[in-house]
């Protein structure tokens, strides 16, 4: 029997194309911190500090603190110099990103759904931004007044995906089984890799992220129009 109903944000409750997103949200990053750094280069800090987080499998560091240890090298200020220009930016400028994304108010419904069968909800987003922007995109996403049980940022966890580690982190907060946990998500490396522990899989398909190279395979699969008609009969008899 399910316990809890983990969700994936980016392409699955907030429908947008990554890539397009990703480039728009760098570029508006790098003329943040133009007066400061040449905007190529510090794209380069900022993606190699990602790599290393995505990279790092260490319990003793969060996210945010393997980022800073491969950015603060690289440049030529202090992290109390740096946060509040970051904190700014994810509070003016990253709102404009939204541009990129087509919010649909099927996502609010697909999780209230799964709230009124009883199931506890995580915002299982890969926690590679601080929680100012992750809140932002549920403001987007119109789920940020849901009463989520835990929502990953680069501040709480200590892993990303693919890491299976980022999910065993979610199930040992939770208290709860990989088999007693639904991951709905769209992609089928990064999110799939959950199988691996024994977490059920639904893979959403709206927005659909596929390598071609990934060896996982979902439970279920569907659009998220499905998936909530799916949560409203309930899950008994399915996962």
């Known amino acids: 029997m399910l316990k809890a109903v983990l969700f994936d944000l980016d392409g699955t409750l907030l429908p947008l194309d990554l890539d397009p ?15 400061l750094y040449e905007p190529k280069a510090f794209q380069g800090y900022v993606w190699e500090a990602t790599k290393a987080m995505v990279k790092d499998n260490r319990a003793d560091k969060t996210n945010e603190q393997v980022f800073m240890e491969a ?3 690289m440049v ?5 110099q740096l946060l509040p220009m970051f904190d700014h930016f994810y ?13 649909t108010p099927l996502a609010k419904k697909v999780v209230a759904a799964v709230i009124e069968k009883g199931y506890p909800v995580v915002l299982a987003t ?10 932002a995109r549920m403001r987007w996403a119109g789920i940020e007044d849901l009463p989520w049980e835990l929502v990953t940022t680069y501040e709480n966890s200590h892993y990303c995906k693919p890491n299976p580690a980022y999910f065993s982190e979610i199930l040992e907060k939770l208290n709860v089984a990989p088999s007693e946990v639904l991951l709905v998500g769209n992609d089928t490396t990064e999110d799939l890799v959950a199988s691996k522990l024994g977490i ?6 709206d927005h659909l992220i596929d390598r071609g190279d990934s ?11 499905e998936f909530y008609q799916l949560a409203k009969q309930g899950f008994d008899g399915v996962f």
């Open 91 to 103: 509070s003016t400028k990253f709102n404009e990103l939204k541009h990129c994304t087509t919010p």
């Open 21 to 35: 997103f990703m480039q728009d949200y760098f570029k508006h990053l790098s003329d943040h911190f133009a007066h």
């Open 71 to 73: 950015f603060l090298p």
């Open 76 to 80: 030529n200020h202090t992290q109390e």
């Open 215 to 225: 060896p996982f395979k979902p439970d279920a699969s569907g659009t998220l129009e």
């Open 200 to 205: 059920k899989t639904y893979l959403v398909t």
């Open 126 to 135: 890969n926690p590679m931004f601080p929680a100012i922007a992750t809140q």
